[in-house]
């Protein structure tokens, strides 16, 4: 092959290449760049506020939680609700703060209806029992700083609240009211599946080692009492909040459906003037996510 010719290939060797990567280019230049990926929502936690201390919660994993409902007797609890138990749905986990009729409520109903355990203060599940308000199957008692791991991934443990407890139950013979002994009430802290930690406080007034269960337990939400005369006050509880326990937020519940316990959420929110911990108000049957 002369030079000549093998000049020419040469040239057509190149212009090829050059178109090429032309081409391929061109093609780059007018495909779309992959959209992003859109960000994997995180499972919500949803609390509804049943009335007074009365929670129906949703977990991150589906499991419906429900704690101290007050559902027939609370003046504030959704009509859907009383005019049907078990529309508030398949129950996983029952819990009860203490004896009383504004938080033991319907439980031992519900308990029934779902056949699922009622989980509360050893000494009043223990009289639920034996005076046949609570099949012996569907009750579990633990105490003060007990532990239990009733569902896959949720941990419940009892915590000090600063309160009585009675069971009041009418005599089967008179039918007229008689009171039993009912141990004491606690408060929970639930930890849910993704780690998101509730402290429901139950009923309680103040005492120093809310400093110490918010410091170990570390709770993202509080749920807390405010209606004051049987619980903290308005002020009591914003002083509890800011001094010892200082969550991310808080809900203020046991109020609005009592006479006797006169706290409102406008002295409430007046006495956490200055406080960055996000306080949530709700209505009774509301339902918010976190």
Do not use: C
Not at 101 to 119: M, Q, W
Not at 269 to 283: D, H, R
């Amino acid at each position: 092959m002369n030079i000549r010719n093998l000049f020419k290939l040469s040239v057509a060797a190149v212009a090829i290449t050059s178109l090429s990567a032309f081409s391929l280019s061109a093609v780059q230049a007018q495909t779309p760049a992959a959209p992003a990926a859109a960000p994997v929502a995180k499972p919500k936690v949803e609390m509804q506020w049943l009335g007074q201390a009365g929670f129906r919660i949703t977990s991150p994993g589906g499991k419906l939680i429900v704690i101290d409902p007050w559902i027939k007797g609370g003046p504030k609890a959704p009509a859907n609700y009383k005019a049907d138990l078990a529309s508030i749905g398949k129950i996983e986990l029952l819990l009860v703060t203490h004896a009383h009729v504004d938080h033991l409520g319907d439980a031992p109903e519900l308990a029934k209806i779902n056949n699922t355990k009622l989980y509360g203060p050893a000494d009043m599940v223990t009289p639920l029992i034996l005076l046949g308000v609570l099949p012996a199957e569907l009750g579990h008692r633990f105490n003060k700083t007990g532990a239990v791991k009733p569902l896959p991934g949720i941990k419940v443990t009892a915590v000090q609240a600063e309160h009585s407890s009675l069971l009041v139950l009418p005599n089967p013979t008179t039918n007229k009211p008689e009171p039993h002994p009912a141990g004491e009430a606690m408060g929970y802290i639930i930890e849910l599946e993704n780690g998101f930690k509730i402290w429901h406080m139950g009923d309680t007034g103040l005492f120093g080692d809310m400093k110490f269960i918010a410091e170990h337990y570390k709770p993202d939400l509080v749920l807390i009492p405010i209606g004051g005369n049987f619980t903290m006050a308005p002020e009591d509880a914003a002083f509890a909040l800011k001094t010892w326990i200082k969550p991310k937020v808080v809900i203020p519940m046991h109020y609005n459906s009592n006479p006797l316990t006169p706290g409102t959420l406008a002295e409430f929110t007046a006495a956490m003037k200055g406080s960055t911990i996000k306080i949530v108000p709700m209505t009774e049957g509301q339902t918010v996510s976190f």
